[in-house]
């Protein structure tokens, strides 16, 4: 501001001397436009000196500016001092950016950005090794062009990003990928790659071997019960000190059946893959025949088991894989429930799909346990399950049956008071 009126004092008292002395020599017109001509040929020539320096390039050098006094001066300063701020912004920027690079270069896992219209904006150098993605010719092509994978497209395309993909890395045989999907900004997707060609490996040798162990264990098992049940029937023709150890050795050769039976179903759920294939399911139908089939269990604890399902839904799925998966929950739910006790099996269409699920009001579960409810083996009270019969297999079961039907078990429960297992099977797998 200061700077401004200074400049328009001097203005004024170019003005002020020009009139005296046009007055002295009594050329008042003739004297004002030279010294007009003169402060504006002044200004000329500033602006001249601006337009020069600001022409060179300031992002490369520290041109210094032009000496200057005045207005002119201050309005040289000022725009200096802004250059410089944007430079060491700019090299603040960049040096991060630097950083940013130098690190996902040297990160072994693929790191893809992907804008809005699905196609690759950025990658690292460990995508070109996995993906076989090449700059600058793949920029701005669609990944599911590059990526061509029909499990991919679908992945890519369904936006259940929670979940990882494993699939085999795109022309080579024998490299196992897993992709993992994150939304950010405006629709854009960060795309990590890692190669789990070793865990995968590992992974299916260690189900090779329980599928092979139980299987292997499945003849022994049965001969031994076999001779068991023999012996058992004919408890007379042995001294009365044998009968409870021989009853004990009959009930733990067939819970050891149960659990190679279970650890059977889990590992050729785990090997084979989901067929393409789809069955229709009546679900109305599906839970009567399980009604049937629990009746015995439901009398023996004098359980109320009602069936709540409209008719005629029907699902596109394997009828036996969710056939157990139903009846398992059915079954736990009377196990865990004392006689007496109310369970209802229930389904319910809605907008996005069916949900599906069995009610009791038994023993209920603690909050802190419900989360590693799926796990092998994992039982909350582990001398209460194997009384009933559990083999600690049963939800594990569950849960990857319901992963192969594109859904997840989800479980409320309170304790002593009842618990709710349900799942939803989304519109997709649900026939008009
Ligand atoms: P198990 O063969 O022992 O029943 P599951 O995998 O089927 O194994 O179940 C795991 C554990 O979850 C069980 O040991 C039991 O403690 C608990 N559980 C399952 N269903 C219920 C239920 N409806 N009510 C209470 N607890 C349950």
Redesign the pocket.
């Known amino acids: 501001m200061n700077t401004w009126r200074n400049e328009l004092r001097r203005f004024l008292l170019i003005l002020a001397a020009a009139l005296v002395f046009g007055l002295l020599v009594g050329e008042i017109s003739f004297v004002l436009l030279i010294a007009l001509a003169g402060y504006s040929g002044y200004n000329l020539l500033q602006l001249r000196r601006l337009t020069q320096w600001v022409a060179k390039d300031s992002h490369k050098s520290d041109t210094q500016p032009p000496e200057s006094t005045g207005t002119w001066g201050s309005i040289f300063d000022s725009i200096y001092r802004l250059q410089k701020q944007e430079r060491l912004a700019s090299d603040y920027l960049k040096n991060i950016l630097d950083k940013a690079q130098e690190s996902s270069a040297a990160l072994e896992m693929a790191v893809v950005m992907i804008n809005k219209q699905g196609t690759l904006d950025w990658w690292n150098r460990a995508t070109e090794d996995l993906l076989g993605i090449r700059y600058p010719n793949d920029r701005n092509q669609a990944v599911t062009n590059l990526i061509r994978d029909p499990r991919f497209a679908d992945y890519f395309h369904k936006e259940k990003y929670s979940q990882t993909l494993r699939i085999e890395a795109p022309g080579v045989s024998g490299r196992t990928l897993e992709f993992q999907i994150t939304l950010f900004g405006e629709h854009e997707k960060l795309m990590l790659v890692r190669d789990v060609t070793q865990l995968h490996r590992l992974e299916s040798m260690r189900r090779d071997f329980v599928g092979n162990v139980s299987h292997e264990l499945g003849t022994p098992i049965t001969v031994i019960k076999g001779y068991l049940e023999t012996i058992a029937d004919n408890l007379d023709s042995f001294d009365s000190r044998w009968h409870k150890p021989i009853e004990q050795m009959r009930s733990q050769s067939q819970r050891m059946e149960n659990i190679v039976r279970?650890l059977l179903v889990l590992s050729s759920i785990e090997t084979r893959a989901a067929p393409r294939a789809q069955e229709k399911i009546d679900l109305g139908e599906l839970a009567q025949e399980i009604k049937g089939h629990t009746q015995e269990i439901m009398a023996e604890k004098q359980h109320n088991f009602s069936i709540n399902c409209p008719n005629e839904i029907i699902l596109l799925g394997q009828r036996s894989e969710l056939y157990s998966a139903l009846s398992?929950?059915v079954?736990?739910?009377a196990?865990?429930?004392p006689a007496g006790g109310m369970i209802e099996l229930r389904a319910a269409l809605d907008s996005t799909g069916v949900k599906i699920e069995?009610e009791?009001n038994?023993?209920?579960?603690e909050s802190h346990?419900i989360p590693r409810?799926?796990e092998?083996?994992?039982?909350?009270?582990?001398s209460?399950?194997?009384e009933?019969?559990?083999?600690?297999?049963?939800?594990?079961?569950?849960k990857h049956i319901l992963a192969r039907h594109d859904s997840e078990l989800e479980?409320k429960?309170t304790p002593r008071k009842?618990?709710v297992?349900g799942c939803h099977i989304p519109r997709e797998r649900v026939l008009d």
């Open positions: 279970d398992n929950l079954i736990n739910a196990k865990y429930t069995v009791d038994g023993l209920g579960i346990h409810l799926t092998r083996f994992y039982r909350v009270d582990p209460r399950s194997a009933s019969g559990g083999t600690g297999l049963g939800l594990a079961i569950v479980v429960s009842g618990s297992f």
